[in-house]
């Protein structure tokens, strides 16, 4: 998610932290620095750990693995770029429209707004599919007659900006209204009393996130507390809430309808992103890293439901117990500051600091290739300050070029790896 200090790259765990310090151990960080790391990270959390973080994972992992089979099918070196899939018939289409439409407006920010309405509505998907044409979508009307969607970008950024609130208020910089007040002031529009309850935000908008339309979610819980159809008189009771609302299984046993779903994601999410890399022996770090964050996530949201409302309750970063169990399990996603080829990361406790999370980088470099027409690979300056690689013109304008060197660089791994070597991307411009 882009902010003003910092971003995070969803589905490929890097993120940025506005900062000429290069030093990223974090309780070294000014203050301010710390807080901004923080910030990005609570998004790398919502990745790993909410149904919508996950299933945006699954949808790039299903695009990447969609064109690199229909590009095997082109009798011709070459293909052009973006790469243009014109059927819907593995559902990628579908997938990429229901996660662009639910995410809501994320490149706007508005200083100050205030609501004039809420408009509810339907969004069309516009992909002849069989399973459905149209979704509930939200959309924000504000005083100076401004239209905005609100979805799940911007509860996301609440969210996150909320907790830096709560855990580091020395450390706090105000942001502007729009994205990073919007489920509070939606929250305020139907339930003032509600939402003068900062944890009662919190709880909403993280398991509104469990959801395949977070916006819709929201705003559909918020309106039923309006009405009085539901009452929480803690903030726990929202997580108990959707908890509760069960599912039968196959052997008649029960289950969080919740929980049943986020399961099956998690493990679909393991699967694609072991898939990226299959029967490589070195990349034996690679593998364990995703099953520590997969047994993280299952762990918190099965067995410590309550586990962001703890991170709130601390107001010091440093001290922050369940940041750090965070970063103890799993350590941090690759991180890079102002510097360019900077990049840093603080790994899981029993771990040598082997490659892991690094290769995801490639491969979303790999990714821009298909869907932006890039053609030069970002990871140039880090290569040129990294042991034993082999940075060179290639880099800057035909990295898949790469492939037949001795020893092969992130992004010419990738590309060997995945059966696209000799493979010659060409830009339809």
Not at 39 to 50: G, N, V
Not at 375 to 392: E, G, I, L, Q
Request: negative net charge; hydrophobic residues 40%.
């Amino acid at each position: 998610m882009e902010t003003l200090l910092g971003y995070y790259v969803p589905s490929f765990f890097e993120m940025h932290i506005d900062t000429d310090v290069d030093d990223l151990t974090i309780n070294r960080l000014p203050i301010r620095d710390m807080t901004v790391l923080f910030h990005e990270y609570i998004h790398f959390l919502q990745d790993i750990s909410t149904y919508y973080g996950l299933n945006g994972i699954y949808v790039h992992s299903e695009y990447l693995h969609s064109v690199v089979n229909r590009i095997y099918k082109i009798n011709d070196p070459n293909f052009y770029v973006p790469f243009d899939i014109k059927d819907n018939d593995d559902n990628v289409l579908l997938n990429k429209k229901i996660v662009t439409l639910t995410l809501g407006d994320s490149k706007s920010t508005l200083t100050n707004f205030d609501i004039q309405d809420i408009l509810e509505d339907k969004a069309q998907i516009s992909i002849a599919n069989a399973y459905m044409n149209e979704i509930p979508e939200v959309t924000i009307h504000t005083q100076h007659n401004e239209y905005i969607s609100f979805g799940a970008s911007a509860i996301m950024e609440n969210m996150a900006d909320l907790l830096e609130r709560l855990c580091s208020p020395d450390g706090y910089q105000k942001s502007p209204e729009f994205p990073y007040y919007a489920a509070e002031k939606v929250a305020t529009y139907y339930a003032p009393e509600f939402a003068k309850q900062p944890l009662n935000i919190l709880a909403l908008c993280d398991m509104s996130l469990q959801s395949s339309n977070p916006g819709a979610c929201f705003v559909r819980v918020i309106k039923g507390i309006s009405r009085g159809d539901v009452c929480f008189r803690k903030p726990e009771e929202i997580y108990d809430y959707f908890y509760r609302q069960i599912a039968v299984m196959g052997d008649g046993s029960t289950e969080s309808y919740f929980l049943q779903a986020y399961k099956r994601m998690l493990s679909l999410v393991q699967a694609s992103l072991k898939s990226y890399f299959v029967g490589i022996p070195y990349m034996i770090p690679y593998y364990d890293w995703i099953d520590s964050l997969i047994s993280f996530s299952i762990d918190w949201r099965q067995n410590d439901r309550y586990f962001l409302l703890k991170m709130a309750s601390c107001d010091n970063l440093v001290k922050n117990d369940c940041w750090g169990k965070a970063i103890h399990d799993i350590g941090t996603p690759l991180m890079s500051n102002n510097h360019l080829g900077h990049f840093f990361k603080v790994v899981r406790y029993g771990t040598k600091g082997e490659m892991d999370v690094e290769y995801l980088k490639a491969i979303n470099e790999v990714r821009k290739v298909f869907e932006f027409e890039s053609s030069s690979c970002s990871m140039y300056d880090w290569c040129k300050k990294s042991k034993d690689a082999t940075p060179n013109e290639l880099c800057k304008f035909a990295p898949w070029k790469k492939h037949s060197e001795q020893r092969l660089c992130p992004f010419a791994l990738v590309w060997k790896h995945w059966h696209l070597a000799g493979r010659i991307p060409v830009s339809i411009k």
